[in-house]
Structures are given as structure tokens and as C-alpha cells.
Nanobody, 119 residues
Framework: QVQLVESGGGLVQAGGSLRLSCAAS????????MGWFRQAPGKERERVAA????????YYADFLKGRFTISRDNAKNTVILQMNSPKPEDTAVYYC????????????WGQGTQVTVSS
């Protein structure tokens, strides 16, 4: 089991920046591919970005258009989502999650952190 705790959410103005962190504990963090997901009120959860165990392969949802960056530091057991130029439609609860392989099933989830983007 790996435990995940997100932080860094809050209120940000459109066009600003916000950095979300996910701290992992428990089993070896570098064993897992990591992903960031989000869920807005009344909408289904969607995958935002993902990164493989070594950080050499990443995935981004098309709607991001290069605004967000995912990274990881295996020495610090942390995965980061850097949000640049957020838009009001990015408002959601953001979750980090761990999977055994990139593109696999995400079996471990954090509790989420609220991000609100004001216009």
C-alpha cells in the first residue's frame, strides 16, 4: 500500500500559477506510475496528467494545451503538478493517484485538494 496526501490547492486568479504537491508514504514510491485527476461539481472525474516511474514518460490531457506540467522526485517521494495560466474551467478537486504501470488501473488515491480559479 502507498498513502498519498495532496497539498497546495487554493484560490488562484486566472492566468496566475499554482503548484500542487502529492507526498507518498508506505511502499516504494518509485515502483508506481503517478497521475493527477480532477473532478468538478456535476462532472465525471478526468485524468489530467500522468508520469511513469522514472519520470521519462508523461501524458497530458488534450484540454491542457501545455499549461500544466507533471514531474516527480523519487528521492523525496513527491509528484508535482505545476499549473500555469489556469482558467476558471480548471476549478475542481484535484487528486493524485498511483498505478502499478503507466496507463494501468489507479489503485491508490489521495483525499484531494480543492483548486478554485477566479476570473
Amino acid at each position: 500500500q502507498v498513502q498519498l496526501v495532496e497539498s497546495g490547492g487554493g484560490l488562484v486568479q486566472a492566468g496566475g500559477s499554482l503548484r500542487l504537491s502529492c507526498a507518498a508514504s508506505g511502499r516504494t514510491f518509485s515502483n508506481y506510475a503517478m497521475g493527477w485527476f480532477r473532478q468538478a461539481p456535476g462532472k465525471e472525474r478526468e485524468r489530467v496528467a500522468a508520469i511513469n516511474w522514472s519520470g521519462t514518460s508523461t501524458y497530458y490531457a488534450d484540454f491542457l494545451k501545455g499549461r500544466f506540467t507533471i514531474s516527480r522526485d523519487n528521492a523525496k517521494n513527491t509528484v508535482i503538478l505545476q499549473m500555469n495560466s489556469p482558467k476558471p474551467e480548471d476549478t475542481a478537486v484535484y487528486y493524485c493517484a498511483a498505478a502499478n504501470i503507466m496507463g494501468g488501473q489507479y489503485a491508490h488515491w489521495g483525499q484531494g485538494t480543492q483548486v478554485t480559479v477566479s476570473s
